[in-house]
């Protein structure tokens, strides 16, 4: 089974600050997503990867950047945090490039709170 | 017009009723078809997927496809009170290498004993 694991469940953090998150994947997936999900507006694409150090914009990018140096790592890191990224970000994997059957597995999630 | 479209509900049903969600989407050249249940503070959870037209059945889930009209629904035959949940439509369209998934916003499901 495919497991994907994110640092933190629930996150507090303060304005101004620099955020962290993690996400892991055991399946030697290609493909990797960071999603916000907010009451509403559903699933928002900020950033994908399809390889080592290669990102593509999704979305909604504005105010994250990302970083993934290992295949199964993926990092989302908000600059400097600000209580509209107050959310639900969720790490998703799925086989990648070549296959059309590229469901996407996702990690449990972490709840974020900026004060 | 919204890539992929789901009725936003609730769509409420009784314990042993089947529940019927929809879902429409616009790229024509979309090749796969996904829907996840997510229950509420959860991540979304892969339930069935399907990329030929026609019905796909596993369980009480049935998909089933039918691109010409550009349409996938759910079918949940003797829904229970678990089943309670926001349910995802999800499209690999033609555009973007088979890479992403578009999302619909879900259809929250209530079945009530």
């Known amino acids: 089974d495919v497991k994907v694991t994110q640092s933190s469940r629930y996150l507090v953090k303060r304005t101004g600050e620099k955020v962290f998150l993690e996400c892991v994947q055991d399946m030697d997936h290609e493909n990797m997503f960071w999603y916000r999900q907010d009451p509403g507006l559903g699933l928002r694409l900020i950033y994908f990867s399809y390889d080592v150090k290669m990102k593509e914009k999704g979305d909604i990018p504005e105010g994250y950047s990302v970083s993934r140096e290992k295949k199964e790592r993926f990092s989302l890191i908000l600059e400097s945090a600000s209580t509209n990224q107050t959310s639900m970000y969720l790490c998703?994997?799925?086989?990648?490039?070549?296959?059309?059957?590229?469901?996407?597995?996702f990690g449990p999630g972490t709840r974020l709170t900026v004060l | 017009q919204k890539e992929v479209e789901q009725n936003s509900g609730p769509l409420s049903v009784p314990e042993g009723a089947i529940a019927s969600l929809n879902c429409t989407y616009s790229?024509?050249?979309?090749?796969?078809f996904f829907w996840y249940r997510q229950y509420s503070g959860k991540s979304p959870e892969l339930i069935m997927f399907i990329y030929s037209n026609g019905d796909k059945e596993d369980g009480r889930f049935t998909a089933q496809l039918n691109k010409a009209s550009q349409y996938v629904s759910l079918l949940i035959r003797d829904s229970q009170p678990s089943d309670s949940a926001t349910y995802l439509c999800?499209?690999?369209?033609?555009?973007?290498?088979?890479?992403?998934?578009?999302f619909g916003a879900g259809t929250r499901l209530a079945v009530h004993p």
């Open positions: 790229d024509r050249g979309s090749q796969s």
């Open positions: 999800a499209v690999i369209p033609f555009s973007g290498g088979y890479n992403k998934l578009i």
């Open positions: 998703a994997s799925s086989l990648g490039q070549g296959s059309t059957y590229n469901e996407q597995f």
